[in-house]
C-alpha cells in the first residue's frame, strides 16, 4: 500500500485488455485500451475511455466509428504488437495482420477471439486526460469461443493502468 489511498483502491479494479481500431481512408491504427463498458441494452452502446492526445483520437474524429477486438488469454502474444502508441512505434500497422471489418473498414487484428464494429455516436470530453467515446455496436463476430474469465484482463499481464 502506498501514501495515495484513491490510487491504491483504482487499482484493485479488474480492467480487460483490447485493441482499439480505427480507420481514416487507408490511415488505420490499433492501440490498447481498458477502460471499457457496455452503457445501454437498447441501442446497444459502447463507452470507451481513450486519451485525448493518442494517434486514434484524431482518426476517430474524422472516421467516425472503430472496432473493438477482445483477446483470449492464451492468444496475449497477438496483441502486443500494438501496445507502443505511434510515437514511438510508428511502423507498427506496417507489421499487423488485420483484416478489414465488413461494415466500417477497421482493421480485425489477427488472433483477436471477437470484435465489434462501433459508429461513434459521441466523443464526451469530461475535462481530464482521457475522453469517453461512445459507439454504438453495429456489427460483431466471434472466431473464438469464450467466457469473461478467459478474457485477456491486464491482471493475467501483471499491468495496471489506474490511479
Partial sequence: MSDDKIKDALRMMPYGF????TKNGDDVNAMVVNWVSQMSYAPRLLAV???KSCYSRGLLAVGGAFGLNLFLQADSDAIMG????RAKKPEKMEAAEFTA????GVPVLAGCAA????KVTQIVD???DHDIV?????SADVMKEGAPPDVLSLTQLGWSYAG
Fill in 82 to 85: 500494438v501496445t507502443s502508441g
Fill in 134 to 138: 461512445v459507439g454504438e455496436a453495429i
Fill in 18 to 21: 483490447y485493441a482499439f481500431t
Fill in 49 to 51: 475511455g481513450i486519451q
Fill in 101 to 104: 471489418a465488413p461494415e466500417t
Fill in 126 to 128: 469530461v475535462g481530464g
Fill in 115 to 118: 470484435y465489434i464494429e462501433c
